[in-house]
């Protein structure tokens, strides 16, 4: 892979070089100009990045990230940086810079702005990863499988290109699992149910590989009594993995999909499944890469969760989960989110023994699958080693089942379960509140 970037590197013309910096001026806002210049170099933002505590070295310091990006906007948009370079640390745009730019923020930064949180005069840093990551993308510098992988929700709605007619076979066969399982043959996972309440939607990998997770999240609304439906064409995936790719025009392109099934279903709310870059890209850069305010709210199945047992709409026996569950905190979801509360709520009602990961909730460390960086498969061995941090702070808890509302999250725990050796087992919320449900229908039906 590093053969192929450097092909790409080889091939760019003076042309393409001046687009890619003319895209990354033009995505920097005021606010962004002016922290491209504020770093103070105090160091707390490596003590903050797990791939500095993973692998303490010059490169995965978050403000050297930073300084390979402010060099360049020093050398070509401010006067000290054409007339004194030297003096103010400005380099040109070329083919070494343009490589230290994908080095920094594709190969050691999974966006989640643990470093941002921490910083001495809070600088954005995603923010300008993201202007960063855009102008190599108008450079044709994202790596091939993380755009494949966009590629894929652009031509068939979903990110593994899943046919109509297997999706609904999908559908149609974990429905009759529901069935058995509750005990109910009325039990249904609609699909295009025209005025449905909610518009549910879900990450692909639950079809191909994850099916007991929609089957949980669809006895949770079984038993709630919740007027729901599934899409069967383009807008029931919640991903949208040009959140990493930066590229905006496409983002808004796989929203858009979202937003198309909710009018043409005529549902009134959107309800995004346990994913936490589905959910900030659909609830808040959603309306900001459309332009215009959406006329439905955006939820997170884990508030739909809180406010069933809150209401009183489901009733669960939390021993049924005997064993110690920690949380894992998805970045997306919680930091840039906005969601850490109600998985929490949801979890102490239950399970038994809930023990928290230090630290947790904002400041909690990725867990190294974030930003794109499970599609990349050039830089496993990087995200598997920054991913050790997580596997620390699992273990220090000594749970036996790790909840991880994400399902990008839920993959990486997985690789990180297998390379640190954790013997965990890595569920939803969903599957938790799904096992610890109590229904006079399940007592006639469950040991």
């Not at 070329?94 to 001495?120: E, H, K, Y």
């Not at 992988?149 to 899943?162: F, K, P, Y």
């Not at 439905?296 to 809180?306: H, T």
């Not at 979890?347 to 867990?367: I, T, W």
Request: aromatic share 6%; glycine share 8%; hydrophobic share 40%.
């Amino acid at each position: 892979m590093a053969v192929d970037l450097e092909l790409k590197l080889a091939a760019l013309t003076e042309a393409t070089l001046a687009k890619g910096l003319a895209v990354f001026r033009q995505h920097l806002q005021g606010a962004e100009v002016s922290y491209l210049n504020a770093c103070v170099r105090c160091g707390l933002c490596a003590d903050s990045c797990h791939y500095h505590r993973a692998e303490p070295e010059l490169e995965n310091v978050p403000a050297r990230k930073l300084d390979h990006i402010a060099a360049v906007f020093r050398a070509h948009c401010t006067p000290a940086g054409r007339m004194l370079p030297g003096l103010v640390g400005a380099k040109r745009w070329d083919r070494d810079m343009v490589r230290a730019w994908v080095d920094a923020v594709f190969g050691r930064c999974s966006l989640c702005g643990r470093c941002s949180i921490n910083c001495t005069i809070g600088i954005p840093m995603p923010s300008l990863f993201r202007a960063a990551r855009r102008a190599l993308g108008a450079m044709g510098l994202v790596p091939d499988d993380l755009q494949a992988t966009v590629e894929n929700s652009l031509q068939h709605g979903n990110n593994m290109a899943i046919e109509r007619e297997e999706w609904v076979e999908t559908l149609e066969w974990i429905e009759e699992e529901l069935q058995a399982e509750t005990g109910d043959p009325g039990a249904r996972i609609p699909i295009d149910q025209q005025g449905a309440r909610c518009l549910f939607t879900v990450n692909p990998r639950e079809a191909k590989f994850f099916p007991l997770s929609l089957q949980a999240s669809a006895k949770v609304f079984w038993a709630a009594g919740e007027d729901w439906t599934l899409a069967s064409d383009a807008g029931w995936d919640l991903t949208n993995y040009a959140l990493f790719t930066c590229e905006d025009d496409q983002a808004a392109a796989i929203v858009k999909n979202l937003t198309d099934a909710m009018t043409r279903l005529g549902c009134q709310v959107l309800v995004i499944g346990e994913c936490g870059h589905g959910y900030q890209s659909a609830r808040w850069m959603g309306p900001e890469w459309l332009k215009q305010a959406f006329p439905f709210p955006v939820v997170s199945i884990l508030e739909l969760m809180d406010e069933y047992l809150e209401e009183g709409r489901i009733h669960v026996d939390p021993t049924r989960n005997p064993h110690p569950v920690t949380l894992h905190d998805p970045c997306n979801l919680v930091r840039h989110g906005g969601i850490s509360e109600p998985q929490r709520r949801v979890l102490r009602r239950s399970v038994s023994n809930l023990v928290e990961m230090a630290p947790k909730g904002l400041e909690n460390y990725c867990c190294g699958g974030g930003g794109g960086q499970l599609a990349m498969g050039q830089y496993r061995h990087r995200r598997l080693k920054a991913g050790g941090i997580k596997a620390n702070q699992i273990r220090a808890t000594g749970a036996r089942i790790v909840a991880a509302p994400c399902h990008n999250c839920i993959d990486q725990l997985g690789e990180l379960n297998k390379e640190y050796q954790l013997k965990v087992q890595i569920k939803t919320v969903a599957e938790l509140v799904a096992a610890a449900l109590v229904t006079p229908l399940l007592a006639e039906v469950q040991p």
